[in-house]
């Protein structure tokens, strides 16, 4: 109550400063630009369930973030690397006029100006919420969609070097096993022409035929008198491998456990090379798969309203603040007076 009279005698003064205050904030106020806000909100997933590895094998999608997923999402995003990419992609040393790239107070000026302008944190439902502030709100959405992006991609890379590796040892295992395939292939046929055999079951039971056939007809020639040195000469040829047959005993019962040895070498080799092809075409296929580490639940947008300045609010707290110090001032300038009429009157 008492600074009543005070701001009576003064009001001038008071009105003075309020109105110039006033027009001066307002002034400002008018040629502040707008500045937009576009957000885009996302659910960052586990490496794990999105690794086509997995997925090929029958393995389902979870929707669901844990908390490294979160903290590895917002890290990624608020990285260097990342800010670098997005400066440089969306030229922001042009828009933020901070003069050419690799001058060191140009490139922390707008480093600083990017950061101050992005925002990443994660709300109370689990999610991060990507917000990027800038005078173009066209720009401010692309740019939060554009780290949206980013962020997936480098989050599929912490698997993908891996994967590229298992990939390498596929192939490294399937041209192992076709080599070692060919050329026991190639040994099994050798042994085969070496040994003439060209089917063991069949052709063990024509010479087993044959044998039986040619001693009953050498018998009958024996008891008859007929050609026996004639079939003499034919059983030597089905029995030993000088008598002048290709496919005879000796050989027969001399390659079978070498045959036999090959052909299991063969169907064995045979067997791993198709699982190791397959499994070496599954991983080549899942490392070409991109699929994304995250759930975008909503994407940015251009903003339909500013997010600030507020004009009014600057206007009249500006007022207010000028009303008070005015207040103050000349509260103590009467404060000054009266003390020093004291002292030079005393009473």
Same mark, same amino acid.
């Given at each position: 109550?008492?600074?009543?009279?005070?701001?009576?005698?003064?009001?001038?003064?008071?009105?003075?400063?309020?109105?110039?205050?006033? #027009?001066? @904030? +307002?002034?400002?106020? %008018?040629? /502040?630009? $707008?500045?937009?806000?576009?957000?885009?909100?996302?659910?960052?997933?586990?490496?794990?369930?999105?690794?086509?590895?997995?997925?090929?094998?029958?393995?389902?999608?979870?929707?669901?973030?844990?908390?490294?997923?979160?903290?590895?999402?917002?890290?990624?995003?608020?990285?260097?690397?990342?800010?670098?990419?997005?400066?440089?992609?969306?030229?922001?040393?042009?828009?933020?006029?901070?003069?050419?790239?690799?001058?060191?107070?140009?490139?922390?000026?707008?480093?600083?100006?990017?950061?101050?302008?992005?925002?990443?944190?994660?709300?109370?439902?689990?999610?991060?919420?990507?917000?990027?502030?800038?005078?173009?709100?066209?720009?401010?959405?692309?740019?939060?969609?554009?780290?949206?992006?980013? #962020?997936? @991609? +480098?989050?599929?890379? %912490?698997? /993908?070097? $891996?994967?590229?590796?298992?990939?390498?040892?596929?192939?490294?295992?399937?041209?192992?096993?076709?080599?070692?395939?060919?050329?026991?292939?190639?040994?099994?046929?050798?042994?085969?022409?070496?040994?003439?055999?060209?089917?063991?079951?069949?052709?063990?039971?024509?010479?087993?035929?044959?044998?039986?056939?040619?001693?009953?007809?050498?018998?009958?020639?024996?008891?008859?008198?007929?050609?026996?040195?004639?079939?003499?000469?034919?059983?030597?040829?089905?029995?030993?491998?000088?008598?002048?047959?290709?496919?005879?005993?000796?050989?027969?019962?001399?390659?079978?456990?070498?045959?036999?040895?090959?052909?299991?070498?063969?169907?064995?080799?045979?067997?791993?090379?198709?699982?190791?092809?397959?499994?070496?075409?599954?991983?080549?296929?899942?490392?070409?798969?991109?699929?994304?580490?995250?759930?975008?639940?909503?994407?940015?947008?251009?903003?339909?309203?500013?997010?600030?300045?507020?004009?009014?609010?600057?206007?009249?707290?500006?007022?207010?603040?000028?009303?008070?110090?005015?207040?103050?001032?000349?509260?103590?300038?009467?404060?000054?007076?009266?003390?020093?009429?004291?002292?030079?009157?005393?009473?």
């Amino acid at each position: 109550m008492g600074l009543g009279p005070i701001i009576n005698r003064w009001k001038p003064f008071v009105a003075g400063a309020v109105a110039l205050t006033a #027009i001066v @904030s +307002v002034v400002v106020a %008018l040629l /502040l630009p $707008n500045v937009y806000r576009s957000t885009a909100i996302f659910i960052p997933t586990n490496p794990q369930t999105t690794d086509p590895d997995r997925l090929v094998e029958g393995g389902k999608l979870e929707l669901g973030g844990r908390a490294e997923d979160l903290d590895r999402a917002i890290t990624i995003g608020e990285s260097q690397p990342v800010a670098e990419l997005i400066i440089k992609k969306f030229d922001l040393y042009k828009h933020y006029k901070a003069g050419e790239a690799g001058d060191d107070a140009a490139d922390n000026f707008v480093l600083s100006e990017f950061s101050g302008n992005l925002s990443i944190v994660h709300n109370e439902r689990d999610a991060i919420e990507l917000t990027f502030i800038d005078k173009d709100k066209n720009l401010a959405a692309q740019v939060a969609n554009a780290l949206v992006q980013v #962020i997936d @991609s +480098v989050n599929q890379q %912490l698997t /993908l070097e $891996n994967r590229r590796q298992v990939l390498t040892l596929y192939r490294q295992r399937y041209n192992y096993l076709s080599t070692n395939y060919e050329r026991s292939r190639q040994e099994l046929v050798g042994a085969r022409r070496r040994y003439g055999i060209f089917g063991l079951e069949m052709q063990g039971r024509y010479m087993v035929k044959q044998l039986i056939e040619t001693e009953a007809a050498l018998r009958k020639a024996e008891a008859s008198g007929g050609d026996v040195a004639g079939l003499k000469r034919v059983l030597r040829g089905l029995t030993r491998t000088d008598g002048g047959n290709l496919i005879n005993l000796e050989s027969y019962v001399r390659g079978t456990d070498s045959l036999n040895m090959f052909t299991t070498r063969v169907n064995d080799l045979q067997g791993r090379l198709i699982s190791a092809r397959s499994a070496y075409e599954t991983a080549e296929l899942s490392i070409k798969g991109r699929i994304s580490s995250v759930y975008l639940v909503q994407k940015a947008y251009p903003a339909t309203k500013k997010f600030k300045p507020v004009r009014s609010l600057i206007v009249i707290g500006s007022v207010l603040l000028v009303f008070v110090l005015s207040v103050v001032f000349i509260t103590l300038l009467e404060l000054y007076r009266h003390n020093r009429s004291n002292t030079l009157h005393p009473a």
